[in-house]
């Protein structure tokens, strides 16, 4: 399949992890790529994918900023291809009891990461998929009820990873995996 004819898919906090099967699942069902993390393990997870014989480029940001967050729209846009798919994933947990034991700071920058950064880019790709009249968005949401320390056994259940394409899901994650189609 030529270049131009493959579809583009763009995964945050693509470099480990989730995000990173994600992206080798979408580079296997004949993806571009557009890879999105602070940095360490981008260059390797690039040189990994792209031996999957698909085009893959990176970029390093700090999505609990705006200005992260803003670099990344500019940089999905550079290539001038229309995104097939985007898979808002950067993500990090904080273990810990919520009353001694975790600190404030930690859970505003997880809160910064998992929620404002992944509404923000939301905001910024939707239109242009709308426009288009084509692209999946794909994000999760953290459901660690059963890690709050409290005692309660209230954890939601979903799937996350596996067939970014089908939207199957793994068993006994607590990271849900939501998929919107801007049509049909
Ligand atoms: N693994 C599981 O089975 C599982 C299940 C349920 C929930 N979760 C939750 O899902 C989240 C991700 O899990 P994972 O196993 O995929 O973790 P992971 O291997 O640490 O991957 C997190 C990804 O997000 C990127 N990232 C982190 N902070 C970032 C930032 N500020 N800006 C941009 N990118 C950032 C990381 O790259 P850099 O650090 O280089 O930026 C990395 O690529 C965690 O919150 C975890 O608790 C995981």
Redesign the pocket.
């Known amino acids: 399949m030529s270049n131009v004819t493959r579809p583009l898919a763009a995964v945050?906090?693509?470099?480990?992890?989730?995000?990173?099967?994600l992206a080798k699942q979408l580079a296997r069902h004949g993806h571009d790529l557009l890879l999105?993390?602070?940095?360490?393990?981008?260059d390797a997870?690039e040189r990994e994918l792209r031996a999957l014989g698909v085009k893959v480029w990176s970029h390093a940001?700090?999505?609990?900023t705006a200005v992260?967050v803003e670099e990344t729209y500019r940089f999905l846009r550079r290539q001038g291809r229309p995104l097939d798919v985007v898979v808002l994933?950067?993500?990090?947990?904080?273990g810990g009891a919520f009353v001694g034991q975790t600190r404030l700071e930690d859970e505003m920058?997880?809160i910064q990461?998992?929620v404002m950064?992944t509404v923000h880019l939301a905001k910024l790709v939707l239109p242009d998929m709308v426009a288009a009249g084509r692209g999946r968005v794909r994000h999760?949401r953290?459901l660690?009820a059963d890690r709050c320390g409290c005692g309660g056994a209230a954890a939601g259940r979903g799937g996350?990873?596996g067939d970014a394409q089908r939207g199957q899901g793994?068993e006994g994650?607590?990271?849900v995996t939501h998929r919107h189609r801007t049509r049909g």
Do not use: K, M, P, W
């Open positions: 945050t906090g693509a470099s480990s992890g989730i995000g990173f099967e999105v993390s602070r940095g360490d393990g981008l997870a940001a700090d999505l609990r992260g994933n950067a993500g990090v947990g904080l920058a997880l990461l998992n950064s999760r953290y660690h996350a990873g793994g994650r607590q990271a």
